[in-house]
């Protein structure tokens, strides 16, 4: 069974390349999701492609849901037995601790795929922010997309490339556009895992999952929401996702990298939902503010 975690920040992407990935493709693949959020939105947007995908519960797989994380894929090789299982941990979880999971399950070299914003690369590596976090991350990737460069320019594609290359000579390194690759995910190489038991192996977030019913919203007042998020009104959101049964059809929307994206969702949904990841968000305000959309 071939393996390969896709590993990134919050936003930067493994969805959409999962998704596109294995449009082209006609293996047997299951995936496994790791989802921050309680909502699991991933596994919704990847099981509407008709695909196998398999929620792990909210938490972390590098602390909390370790068992059951080494648990699921023992089961999945040997009920499903998929010709390539496809990982997408939480963008908060490092990849050394899932290789570290999947050795325990009896798997080695697994392919790691590090899916790059790169403008949010770029931020995050002059701010110092996520400091060995970040490193660890593309130390271990065997290919690293460089993606959304249709929001990129050469000059800053060519500087990540050269950070990146120069943590990591051994990775190949591909621009992208929503995650669409025409290569294979190159095979993986033996991993040499750092010691990270005393270390901090994952940034600490807080997440907020809402449910809005099952009643079509209107899509200007969701629309009105997502930009009052972006714009800090109730603390500093990373990341928010979301799947809205509008009067317009079903939506998801997203803030990613401090845009907002929204687009009609092909998938049936039986109640709307978004789960928001950040810092110091205000939570009672914003629950508020949820159940007033949800009333109206
Ligand atoms: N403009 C642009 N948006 C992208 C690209 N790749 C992904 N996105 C959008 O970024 C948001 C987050 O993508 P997602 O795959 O869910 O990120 P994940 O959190 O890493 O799984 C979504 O709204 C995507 O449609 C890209 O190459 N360009
Ligand atoms: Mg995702």
Redesign the pocket.
């Known amino acids: 069974m071939k393996s390969t975690i896709v590993a990134?920040m919050?936003?930067?992407?493994?969805?959409?390349?999962i998704s596109n990935y294995l449009r082209e493709r006609r293996e047997k693949v299951v995936v496994l999701v790791n989802d921050f959020g309680k909502l699991g939105i991933?596994g919704e947007i990847i099981s509407s492609d008709g695909y196998e995908c398999i929620e792990l519960p909210s938490g972390c797989v590098c602390c909390t849901l370790k068992y059951d994380f080494v648990t699921t894929i023992g089961k999945v090789r040997d009920e499903l037995s998929p010709e390539h299982l496809i990982i997408?941990p939480s963008?908060v979880a490092s990849p050394s601790a899932v290789i570290e999971a999947l050795e325990l399950s009896g798997i080695r070299n697994v392919s790691v795929v590090l899916?790059v914003d790169i403008n949010d690369f770029l931020e995050v590596h002059e701010a110092d922010m996520y400091g060995r976090f970040f490193e660890d991350q593309v130390r271990y990737a065997d290919l690293v997309l460089l993606?959304?460069?249709?929001?990129s320019d050469s000059e800053k594609i060519g500087k990540c490339r050269e950070i990146i290359s120069e943590w990591n000579p051994l990775a190949l390194i591909l621009e992208?556009?929503?995650?669409r690759i025409s290569s294979e995910i190159p095979e993986g190489s033996e991993k040499r895992l750092n010691d990270h038991s005393g270390g901090d192996s994952h940034i600490h977030c807080e997440t907020i999952a809402l449910v809005l019913g099952s009643e079509p919203i209107d899509f200007n007042v969701v629309s009105a929401f997502y930009n009052d998020l972006n714009a800090s009104s109730y603390g500093k959101i990373i990341?928010a996702?979301g799947l809205f049964i509008t009067d317009r059809g079903n939506y998801r929307m997203?803030i990613?990298g401090g845009r907002v994206?929204a687009?009609p969702f092909k998938g049936d949904l039986y109640e709307s939902r978004i789960v928001l990841i950040g810092e110091e968000i205000d939570e009672e305000e914003v629950r508020a503010r949820a159940q007033g959309i949800k009333d109206a």
């Open positions: 990134g919050l936003g930067a992407g493994k969805t959409t390349f991933d997408e963008g899916v993606n959304k460069a249709d929001l992208s556009k929503y995650g990341r996702k997203d990613a994206s687009e």
